[in-house]
Nanobody
């Protein structure tokens, strides 16, 4: 059983910064990537950032230059540093672990950006 626990969400003013963290535990096996998704009210869940075990990272165009994803492979943790936050960044943020044969999700953490 794999568990993901996110932390760091909250309320922040537009232009501010926030860092999300996610820790994975359990029988994880080989990890391909750890990723952050988000889902705003009434919208589909979207991929925000990915950090692959081989070392590369990817970002959604909407967050490039503002968000930074980083992983600690030894600790099975991933973080998302968010800066210059905008009201449109308001969403529930989900941590995702992509293993070789399965995908796991955290329960999500709310990020609210006030304008």
């Amino acid at each position: 059983q794999v568990q993901l626990v996110e932390s760091g969400g909250g309320l922040v003013q537009a232009g501010g910064s926030l860092t999300l963290s996610c820790a994975a535990s359990g029988s994880i096996g080989s990890i391909k990537a750890m990723r952050w998704y988000r889902q705003a009210p009434g919208k589909q869940r979207e991929l925000v950032a990915s950090a692959y075990t081989v070392g590369n990272t990817n970002y959604a165009d909407s967050v490039k230059g503002r968000f930074t994803i980083s992983r600690d492979n030894a600790k099975n943790t991933v973080s998302l540093q968010m800066s210059s936050l905008k009201s449109e960044d308001t969403a529930v943020y989900y941590c995702n672990l992509l293993a070789l044969s399965a995908s796991y999700w955290g329960p999500g953490t709310q990020v609210t950006v006030s304008s």
